[in-house]
Nanobody
Framework: QVQLVESGGGLVQPGGSLRLSCAAS????????MGWYRQAPGRERELVAT???????SYADFVKGRFTISRDNAKNTVYLQMNSLKPEDTAVYYC??????????????WGQGTQVTVSS
């Protein structure tokens, strides 16, 4: 079993910044991609950003230019640097990872989520 532990959420004023971290631990052979999703109450889950093991990134239009996803493969950790935060960014942010285990078993894992609140 793999655990994804998220941190870095909190309360920030509009225009402020936060840095989210998600560290994967457990029986991991390789991590293919990692990403961030978010969900606000009453809203559907949204893809925020993804990053492959090779470092290729993709972003949702609503965060492009403001957020940056990165990863440390040695630490199996993905980061989300969030700048110029807006109230509409308020949500629970979830880490996701596609992980290959021994015997070529591939599974997706989710973190428990970290709350990001953007408010004055």
């Amino acid at each position: 079993q793999v655990q994804l532990v998220e941190s870095g959420g909190g309360l920030v004023q509009p225009g402020g910044s936060l840095r989210l971290s998600c560290a994967a631990s457990g029986s991991i052979f390789s991590v293919n991609y990692m990403g961030w999703y978010r969900q606000a109450p009453g809203r559907e889950r949204e893809l925020v950003a993804t990053i492959t093991s090779g470092g290729s990134t993709s972003y949702a239009d609503f965060v492009k230019g403001r957020f940056t996803i990165s990863r440390d493969n040695a630490k199996n950790t993905v980061y989300l640097q969030m700048n110029s935060l807006k109230p509409e960014d308020t949500a629970v942010y979830y880490c996701n990872a596609r992980i290959t285990h021994t015997m070529n078993v591939i599974r997706h894992y989710w973190g428990q989520g970290t709350q990001v609140t953007v408010s004055s």
